[in-house]
């Protein structure tokens, strides 16, 4: 079978949700429907259908006959976001511990902390979000649970960007990837506990170092 090429709506949520992501749209910012077109080389149709389904992950307010507001950044909103990604990627880990999986279909996981610590080693921020990003969908994946996993999709993209705002603020990401590696290795041995404490911690960590980071440099809105 040939690749499918991507329909332009596809392509118009793809372009999109990267530029919110990586902040280029910047939060609190207002687009016109005419504008996003002509930026993205499209037709209104895909752009406006786009919009929409951003709005359902929670990244845009869209105006009829005004566009789109990128959503800022609110104290409160990442406070519940991390709270809901905390509990569930932890009973994910629980939940892929308590099965013991097999070494091989742990490989994706391993691999992404593998690149995490290439990454960390040439001081690439950036390839080091990505391989930590890969890292829990892996987990959450491999946990097998649909509807965690639809749930966590729907807020992960809301805290991916905030993360990003602060990914150069941060000290360099050194026990991030020391918890990765130990829960890979309580996953591996099939101790479920210890694996949710280990990511729950991890979580925290990660929620008070950002929700911090964010507040002195004054990108919360209200």
Known sequence: MGTRHMSQTERAVTELKRKI???ELAPGSNHLEGELAALLGLSRTPVREAMLMLEAHGLVEVRPRHGMRVLPISAADMEEIY????ELESLAAYDLAARRPAIE???????AVDDMEVALGSDDRVAWAEADNHFHEALVDL????RLKSIVSTYSDQAHRARMITLHMRPKPSKSNEDHRALLK????GDAETARQIHRNHRLRAKGLMLDLLRKHGFFHV
Do not use: D, K
């Open 105 to 111: 279909e742990l490989a994706p996981m391993r691999q």
């Open 21 to 23: 992501m990586s902040n």
């Open 83 to 86: 709270q809901i990604l905390t």
């Open 143 to 146: 946990a097998g649970n649909r």
């Open 186 to 189: 309580a996953i591996e041995a």
